[in-house]
């Protein structure tokens, strides 16, 4: 039962998305002061909790922002009519579109949430609140900051490749009262800030997180150290630092009774010793149901979703024949033009969106290893051949075989097909081409200007913030 991640109204701690002439900004909001919210260890745990609950936001982790790296990628073919969405997948995005600055408010949402428990719980005057306890809300809060900032800065940041993280990322607000001020006018951090930023949030927060909780949802829900060091995997592999990418992802893989790759494909929404890091939901999570969640964007209408986005031809042809990752984990559906269309059974609720939404997974961490072994010895690396062919072994498909390759990138090929087949729809694939210099599309809507480097494949800063603030520039191309 997913017992920890209720509403819990973020109001209490100051700040509201608040709808302005038809789009959102935020407001600080007149509630519970922070001598009262943080009057003792039963209101951090609660802020702690808010916080958590601002991550379940549809515009958050819930739904679109990460059905966006699907989207403008290849792995959808879009025939939904949802002008917002039009926009994203025809790379006409404009920078007044209302989704994205939904998107931009939901995360600076959880960002703040985070923000007042680690500026606030120091202070906490509670003889039986420990310093261990106080450093662990801390550490999960940063924890959220980070896994924040860094899905920010993959949507409206430029891969970390391009120029070598000197482009404009996202402005870094890094104390609970940043908004009160001087939010008008904030300045953006280069990409490489921020992800410096989020690796120092990272490293601090690993030493005091829990390895494990008492029950499977919090085990699997809360930042633990098998999350914090799965998220440095991503980070370091994202940044092209092999060696840490490697590193990180055996605190994972090597001698931890906490994690196992799953056998079958049932773990989805399950809990279980696949998943290192998930956002829990549940029927009563968001305040709006419909069509916003990840069910709703993948699924057709027959399951509650939108019937926007069927599996394209591309990925589907990349399957190998027989592939439990196609046969498991699609079903034929009728998409939004009533057309017979093949959908992924990755998600099963488009309509109360309370499927979990999987963040950090074994299987993402035996493909970052097995790149960062092949990127960082340039050969045809056999360790990196043995992992992919668990996954391969789990699919029902023959194991690759060195001979197969010609050299470093033939293998990273491979790989990179592997990592698109099994973490499609998860929120993976416009990054993993993007950082490893290849074009979102190579037919349809985006060819020719889905490069890296390309202004239409990150996002437009919200009008919005920038009629609010002259230090905020707009992304080049809008």
């Not at 909780?213 to 930042?223: E, I, L, M, V």
């Not at 789990?394 to 592997?418: S, V």
Request: proline share 4%.
């Amino acid at each position: 039962m997913k017992i920890l991640f209720k509403y819990i109204s973020l109001i209490a701690l100051f700040f509201a998305i608040s709808a302005c002439d038809s789009e959102l900004d935020i407001q600080p909001e007149q509630s519970l002061s922070p001598e009262v919210t943080f009057s003792n260890e039963a209101g951090a745990q609660a802020a702690l909790l808010g916080a958590y609950s601002a991550t379940q936001s549809l515009d958050a982790f819930g739904g679109l922002a990460i059905a966006i790296n699907d989207y403008m990628a290849d792995n959808v073919r879009f025939v939904g009519s949802f002008p917002t969405l039009q926009e994203l997948n025809n790379y006409v995005t404009i920078a007044s579109n209302g989704s994205i600055q939904t998107m931009w408010a939901a995360h600076y949402f959880a960002i703040l949430a985070a923000n007042a428990v680690i500026d606030n719980v120091p202070a906490v005057v509670d003889p039986g609140f420990t310093d261990a306890e106080r450093k662990q809300l801390i550490g999960e809060a940063k924890f959220i900051r980070a896994l924040t900032y860094f899905q920010m800065v993959t949507l409206w940041g430029q891969p970390y490749q391009v120029s070598n993280g000197n482009t404009p990322g996202v402005p870094l607000l890094l104390t609970a009262g940043a908004l009160v001020g001087d939010i008008v006018k904030p300045a953006r951090n280069t990409v490489a800030e921020v992800y410096a930023q989020v690796e120092k949030d990272l490293t601090e927060a690993l030493p005091d997180v829990l390895n494990n909780f008492s029950a499977a949802d919090q085990t699997r829900g809360r930042a633990t150290k098998g999350a914090v060091n799965a998220l440095l995997s991503r980070v370091s592999l994202y940044k092209g630092d092999w060696a840490k990418a490697a590193q990180y992802a055996d605190a994972i893989l090597v001698g931890n009774s906490l994690y196992a790759l799953a056998s079958d494909y049932s773990f989805y929404d399950a809990n279980t010793s696949e998943d290192i890091f998930t956002i829990q939901m549940t029927t009563t999570d968001n305040s709006r149901t419909g069509s916003g969640g990840l069910g709703g964007y993948f699924l057709p209408a027959a399951r509650g979703g939108r019937g926007d986005a069927p599996m394209s031809a591309s990925i589907i042809a990349a399957y190998g024949t027989g592939d439990k990752r196609l046969t498991s984990l699609s079903f034929t559906g009728t998409d939004a033009t009533t057309v017979s269309s093949t959908f992924t059974n990755k998600y099963k609720d488009g309509a109360t969106n309370a499927d979990n939404a999987p963040i950090l997974r074994v299987t993402e961490m035996v493909l970052n290893k097995a790149e960062a072994l092949v990127k960082s010895t340039n050969s045809v690396n056999a360790e990196a051949i043995t992992l992919v062919n668990r996954l391969r072994t789990r699919a029902g498909l023959a194991p690759f075989e060195a001979a197969q390759f010609a050299d470093a990138a033939a293998l990273l090929t491979a790989i990179l097909n592997e990592r698109r087949l099994e973490l499609a729809f998860e929120g993976h694939r416009r990054m993993d081409l993007l950082r490893n210099g290849l074009p979102l599309r190579t037919a349809g809507a985006g060819v020719g200007i889905s490069a890296p480097g390309s202004p239409k494949v990150i996002l437009p800063i919200p009008t919005r913030e920038i009629d609010l603030g002259a230090a905020l520039p707009q992304n080049a191309g809008y």
